[in-house]
């Protein structure tokens, strides 16, 4: 089993920054690729970033693009997500996971393990 806790959510004005973070435990974190997902009320999960297991190769959902930078570091068993220029579309629960896969994959269905999740608001 791997346990993932997600913090740094909030609520922030247009245009702001943020991070959230992703903290793993229970097995040897750089085995797997980690990914972000998120999901507004109404709404059905979303692809939003993913990264390999040695940090390498990233995947980012077309609406983030160029805002959103996914990093993790290996050694600290830790996942982050710097969200920058967000909009009030990107406002919802952000979920890390991660995935035995050996590659960034944006498909929910090759994630093993998920957080509980973290809002974000973002107000226009």
């Known amino acids: 089993q791997v346990q993932l806790v997600e913090s740094g959510g909030g609520l922030v004005q247009a245009g702001a920054s943020l991070r959230v973070s992703c903290a793993a435990s229970?097995?040897?974190?750089?085995?797997?690729?980690m990914g972000w997902f998120r999901q507004a009320p109404g709404k059905e999960r979303e692809f939003v970033a993913a990264?390999?297991?040695?940090?390498?190769?990233?995947n980012y959902a077309d609406s983030v693009k160029g805002r959103f930078t996914i990093s993790r570091d290996n050694a600290k068993n830790t996942v982050y997500l710097q969200m920058n220029n967000l909009k009030p579309e990107d406002t919802a629960v952000y979920y890390c996971?991660?995935?035995?896969?050996?590659?960034?994959?944006?498909?929910?269905?090759?994630?093993?393990?998920w957080g509980q999740g973290t809002q974000v608001t973002v107000s226009s």
């Open positions: 229970g097995h040897t974190f750089s085995n797997y690729a």
């Open positions: 996971a991660a995935s035995s896969s050996v590659v960034a994959s944006s498909s929910g269905s090759r994630y093993d393990f």
């Open positions: 990264i390999s297991r040695s940090g390498t190769t990233t």
